[in-house]
């Protein structure tokens, strides 16, 4: 569900988190109107609107892990855990992390990729909360959940900061609530 | 960190939180895992706090952190400083104008990007990252800021390898450590 449903309407602090949002046409290929989020952790007040709204929504919601994935999720994912005082967890592309563990592959345009989690990082019904910084189809964030979930963890939710059309009416992924800050900024908006 | 200042008591609960992995990502190595000092809220609550104490009163416009580990201690203290986060990124993720800089690993070499927009010349900056080993990348990032007429103000990271000499290659810009591991 998108922010501004639930709660935070008309809240100016999503206006600025929107604009703060760059959209580079046709990267990384042909069609693709990229979000990039770099020019939001630029703008030091709408960077912090952006955790502070998050850290609103968990900080009463017994959250014990915000796992955040590689590398957007660990732009968001750590100052939300910070704040909370809950764990931070990153899931990893194949081969970073030292440890033991496990791993979900999950389905790209063409062919497929992996995400890791070390093995012990979360212990079983500890709540935890999954960021990055936009969902489109959702297999990121599935295969997050199933890394979390084959540990005995409760995915509470998923959270980004960005949600592209196909998730907008869906206010669940595979059964979990799904919290986005923004749409996609306007496709008039080049810079 | 000099041998002459009273160690901060938050730094001895911070080094044990970080796992030493044997032969990881090869043989010979001691691979430094902070994924378990981020297990535990505490001890990434006063490694963040150390950080963010040293800087929030040297005028700091601009963090700068090293994919991806450097994401994960510097986007906090930017956030806690109030100065931007530049994240500088492996090649082909940034999808502005970019500039780059090469450096060398043990065999060949990799490359780090930064938005040329991001930083300017009025900007003073902090760079960080997990670790120094050689200095290579934290050598390649100074440079990039420094190409955009940026003043690198100082290095931090949570750990150094003092073996293996980074802190020469820094040109002379301090470099700031929680932990050192011999």
Request: charged residues 30%; contains cysteine; glycine residues 8%.
């Amino acid at each position: 569900m998108f922010a501004a449903e639930n709660g935070l309407k008309g809240d100016p602090r999503l206006e600025a988190i929107s604009a703060a949002i760059r959209v580079v046409p046709n990267f990384p290929k042909k069609g693709i109107m990229f979000q990039d989020i770099t020019t939001l952790l630029l703008d030091r007040k709408a960077f912090k609107h952006t955790i502070d709204i998050f850290v609103d929504r968990y900080k009463d919601m017994q959250i014990s892990v915000v796992a955040g994935v590689e590398a957007r999720g660990f732009l968001f994912g750590p100052s939300i855990a910070l704040a909370i005082g809950a764990k931070f967890v990153p899931l990893r592309k194949p081969g970073k992390l030292p440890g033991k563990v496990i791993s979900e592959s999950y389905e790209l345009e063409y062919g497929h990729d992996r995400l890791e989690m070390h093995v012990g990082a979360v212990e079983p019904r500890e709540r935890v909360i999954i960021i990055d910084d936009l969902v489109a189809t959702g297999g990121t964030l599935s295969a997050a959940m199933s890394l979390l979930e084959s540990q005995g963890a409760e995915v509470v939710e998923c959270a980004c900061v960005i949600g592209l059309p196909e998730v907008k009416g869906q206010h669940k992924l595979k059964g979990k609530p799904l919290y986005v800050l923004v749409e996609p900024s306007g496709l008039d908006e080049f810079c | 960190m000099s041998e002459n200042e009273v160690k901060d008591p938050r730094i001895d609960g911070i080094k044990t939180k970080i796992r030493v992995v044997p032969d990881f990502p090869k043989k010979g190595i001691m691979f430094q895992d902070i994924t378990t000092l981020l297990l535990d809220p505490k001890a990434f609550k006063d490694t963040i706090d150390l950080f963010v104490e040293k800087y929030r009163d040297m005028n700091i416009s601009v963090v700068a952190g090293i994919e991806a580990r450097g994401f994960i201690f510097g986007s906090p203290i930017a956030l806690a400083i109030g100065a931007k986060f530049v994240p500088l990124r492996k090649p082909k993720k940034l999808p502005g104008q970019i500039i780059f800089e090469e450096y060398e690993l043990e065999y060949g070499s990799d490359r780090l990007e930064m938005h040329v927009e991001a930083v300017d010349f009025s900007d003073r900056a902090l760079v960080v990252d997990d670790l120094i080993a050689t200095g290579g990348t934290l050598c390649a990032a100074m440079d990039l800021l420094k190409r955009v007429g940026a003043e690198v103000v100082e290095c931090a990271c949570v750990v150094e390898l003092p073996e293996l000499k980074g802190r020469e290659r820094l040109e002379g810009k301090p470099l700031y450590v929680l932990v050192e591991y011999r």
